[in-house]
């Protein structure tokens, strides 16, 4: 299987301000994904991320207002920009490795 | 991309008794997955079923899988308070992107 963490765990944060969120796996993987669940929603994906390529967004989303980062092979970044109450969810990073999809614990934000 | 749809939304039971959830989903696939989540918390992988397959035990885990029915169960038996979490479907579909999109879970309690 493969490890997930992310960084932070949950923040509470500022309208108006933006938040990184990083996501570190211990294995070498192609593919990384940036999902969203809203409170007592099921998981909405973001963003595809791939290493030495721009992100794939899903519609709905966009560029400016989730910014994404993918230096190398076991990390990726996602930004929250210019947040509002509506950001206000459990943001989770994921990888499908050896047919299997696993994910990260998540990163709970509270946007005030 | 499709969703998997999950039935009942909720289900409430005593310990001990088994818990049976639902999943229904629109077009052909590849595999279909179920994952649970603690409350808050990240996805957990629980089984993988493979569109050839029609069952898989894991555990105190059967999941079933009915391609003409379009449609996959996740029985737990014996249940424990610790089961307590929502539980999501995830399908990929055949021919698409490896990327499995999800229902809306089925949110389970289980009473000591």
């Known amino acids: 299987s493969a490890v997930i963490s992310q960084k932070p765990s949950r923040d509470i944060c500022q309208r108006g301000t933006s938040l990184t969120i990083q996501c570190q796996v211990d294995?070498?993987?192609?593919?990384m994904f940036w999902y969203r669940q809203q409170p007592g929603q099921s998981l909405t994906l973001i963003a595809t991320a791939n290493q030495g390529s721009e992100a794939t967004y899903e519609s709905g989303f966009v560029i400016d207002k989730f910014p994404i980062s993918r230096p190398n092979l076991t990390f990726s970044t996602l930004t929250v920009s210019n947040m509002s109450p509506e950001d206000s969810s459990i943001y989770l990073c994921?990888?499908?490795?050896?047919?299997?999809?696993?994910f990260g614990p998540g990163t709970r934000l509270t946007v005030l | 991309s499709q969703q998997g749809e999950e039935d009942p939304q909720a289900l409430s039971i005593q310990e001990g008794e088994n818990a049976t959830m639902n999943c229904s989903y629109k077009t052909s696939i590849n595999n279909l997955q179920w994952y649970r989540q603690n409350s808050g918390r990240g996805l957990v992988h629980l089984i993988l079923i493979r569109s050839n397959e029609r069952e898989k035990h894991s555990g105190r885990l059967r999941v079933t899988l009915d391609t003409s029915k379009k449609s996959s169960s996740l029985l737990i038996t014996a249940s424990r308070a610790a089961d307590t979490a929502s539980y999501f479907c995830?399908?990929?579909?055949?021919?698409?992107?490896?990327?499995?999109?999800f229902g809306r879970g089925t949110s389970l309690i289980v009473h000591p």
């Open positions: 995830a399908t990929e579909d055949r021919g698409g992107s490896y990327i499995p999109t």
């Open positions: 994921s990888v499908g490795f050896r047919n299997e999809q696993f």
């Open positions: 294995s070498q993987v192609t593919m």
